[in-house]
């Protein structure tokens, strides 16, 4: 499903009653710096630092690990081909605009460190385009953050804690920081990927297929163990790409990736409009990874009368827990301290947040509404655009995606946090890296 501005349909009853509902926000215990210290690969790994630094020859291969994420069809077909002629090996794929899936390098091998998986760390957010992190029915979308490729080993501490103390058995890959040789980015963080131990876990299809062959009571528990671990960590990326079995049958996390959820201390941006990525909290996604986990047991487009998808032949009981922890989910519900405040302020706190609701409703009605505008503007005006110059066609498009992108980070500043309260049933929840 791709996300866009016209699914954001929240109601006023729906803004109003998110001043009530938890927020936590989530930082790093430590500076990232001290993490890339603490799990720097050159210190752990002296032995293979010589193999590792053998296999970036080319400045290209080092400027591919450093630079954010490309999302130009040609440049990842040209960084892909780089790669495979330096004898990278791809573990990820990349759906094009087309449909054509190719090979993605977010995860890459190299028979020269065998048993290791390199993960560059690159900026997921574009410059000159807005795009939503994964997100579900009820209107809960995450952002992603510039670190969260280096947040997947905070969020693996995260979230072995959170196991050890929730008794759930869980495997997680090492995970260190490795340097990028070559590279000498003005921001030292950015001259790291992440390196991780390469697990031996089932494929996708096996994980299914040894969820399937499990009896109800082992379904249920592990449907109820990995949704408590995402309720309690945060980790919205709960596709199964990400979780899967052991052939021992332990559930492992091998991608630990957060979206906009962890951040650094004293890191949020001074002007609201840029704060796109550091707002998400641990409620919403662990809303957006419950719902996820579900979906993907669920057969598409299959509902019942009352609106309900239905469970995938054969996963009934692991749905059904989902479907139960999600109703239950006490995320959604007035918190004690938006009661006592309401009680005791005499009904001034709910006047306040009722005239900031009806400032946030305003302002989002105004900024949808801008936002269809420029589009049809610029709708209107593509057959002119034909006839210009490719430079000037170019920069018209340039100013369009640039205005379009202010109205798309405003309307992520005011709606960032206001699930729906009517649940839309819709065939998936998922919108990984829809672009606008
Ligand atoms: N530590 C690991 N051990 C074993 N296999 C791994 C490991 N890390 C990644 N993989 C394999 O590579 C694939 C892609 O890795 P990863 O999830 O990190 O990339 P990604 O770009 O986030 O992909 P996706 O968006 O599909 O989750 C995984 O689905 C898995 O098959
Ligand atoms: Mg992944």
Sequence with gaps: MVFSVEDMNETFLDIYRSNFLPRTYCFLEDPLEEWIETYSFEKHHPELVDSLKNIFIKAKISSIFSDPLSYDEDQIRRNVQELSQNHFQFLASKRLRTGTIIPYYTAVEHPRLPGWVLKPCGSKIPESSFIFGPANSINDMAYFHPHDGLFRIPMKERIRRIAQIENIPIKLPQKFYARIPFCNKQNSQENYFVIAEKMEVLSIQQTYESIRSMSTAQQTLLAYRLGRLIQLSGF???????????????????????????????????????????????????????????????????????????????????????????????????????????????????????????????????????????????????????????????????????????????????????????????SSSVARGAVC
């Design 236 to 426: 919205l990326d709960a596709s199964m790409s990400n979780i899967r079995l052991t052939p021992e049958g332990a559930i492992a996390i091998i991608d630990t990736e957060p979206a906009g959820f962890l951040k650094e201390r004293g890191d949020l941006p001074r002007f609201f409009w840029s704060a796109y990525g550091h707002q998400g909290t641990l409620e919403k996604s662990g809303r957006i990874g419950l719902h996820l986990l579900r979906d993907q047991f669920c057969d598409k487009g299959v509902v019942t009368s009352s609106g309900k998808a239905v469970a995938l032949p054969g996963f009934e009981s692991f749905k059904e827990m989902l479907d139960s922890m999600i109703d239950q989910d006490t995320s959604l519900k007035p918190t004690f301290k938006s009661k006592v405040l309401s009680v005791l302020s005499f009904g001034v706190f709910p006047l306040i947040w009722l005239i900031h609701s009806l400032f946030v409703f305003l302002a989002l009605r105004f900024l949808t509404d801008q936002y269809s505008k420029i589009q049809q503007k610029h709708l209107k005006r593509a057959p002119v655009y034909q006839l210009l110059s490719h430079t000037e066609k170019k920069e018209k498009e340039k100013k369009y995606k640039k205005r379009l992108n202010l109205v798309l980070r405003l309307i992520h500043y005011f709606q960032k946090d206001i699930p729906k309260l009517k649940i839309e049933h819709k």
